[in-house]
């Protein structure tokens, strides 16, 4: 039997450079992946966020046609110098309304209210990527009534 000397117990007790190297690989991968990861899910939540805010432009854009956008021209547009600080909107966003009357009569049905097909779009840049967000809706309202 041989009997193993210090020399020997001291070798067997580390690790060779080889199975280092290939741990720090192991470690390599999976630090890049997670990296990789948490990149894109963060690049998804922020879109996520843009498109939230799109959304609220849009509502806010909606509930002010009629008020302080004007529903006799159409199409309106963000950059119209008249609504400039519409609703003191982010500039990075551009909207654009389009107006189209709806005909609500029937033969010979001669209604007190009008409505309008109206289509908003949002517009925005992100990462050099251009995103849109639209909204139709139909609104309804009095008519003018001459007087």
Same mark, same amino acid.
């Given at each position: 039997?041989?009997?193993?000397?210090?020399?020997? *117990?001291? %070798?067997? &007790?580390?690790?060779?450079?080889?199975?280092?190297?290939? #741990?720090? $690989? =192991? +470690?390599?991968?999976?630090?890049?992946?997670?990296?990789?990861?948490?990149?894109?899910?963060?690049? *998804?939540? %922020?879109? &996520?966020?843009?498109?939230?805010?799109?959304?609220?432009? #849009?509502? $806010? =854009? +909606?509930?002010?046609?009629?008020?302080?956008?004007?529903?006799?021209?159409?199409?309106?547009?963000?950059?119209?110098?008249?609504?400039?600080?519409?609703?003191?909107?982010?500039?990075?966003?551009?909207?654009?309304?389009?107006?189209?009357?709806?005909?609500?009569?029937?033969?010979?049905?001669?209604?007190?209210?009008?409505?309008?097909?109206?289509?908003?779009?949002?517009?925005?840049?992100?990462?050099?990527?251009?995103?849109?967000?639209?909204?139709?809706?139909?609104?309804?309202?009095?008519?003018?009534?001459?007087?």
């Amino acid at each position: 039997m041989i009997r193993p000397t210090a020399s020997t *117990r001291q %070798r067997a &007790a580390g690790f060779t450079l080889l199975e280092t190297l290939v #741990a720090l $690989a =192991i +470690l390599g991968m999976a630090l890049g992946s997670s990296i990789s990861v948490f990149s894109d899910s963060l690049s *998804r939540s %922020r879109h &996520a966020a843009m498109e939230a805010e799109a959304a609220g432009i #849009a509502q $806010a =854009i +909606l509930d002010q046609i009629g008020n302080t956008i004007p529903t006799k021209k159409s199409p309106i547009k963000s950059d119209d110098p008249q609504l400039k600080l519409v609703s003191g909107m982010d500039p990075k966003f551009r909207w654009r309304v389009d107006l189209e009357p709806y005909n609500l009569k029937k033969q010979g049905d001669d209604t007190a209210v009008k409505a309008a097909y109206v289509v908003v779009e949002v517009a925005w840049y992100e990462s050099q990527h251009p995103w849109f967000l639209t909204v139709r809706s139909l609104r309804v309202g009095l008519k003018e009534q001459p007087e």
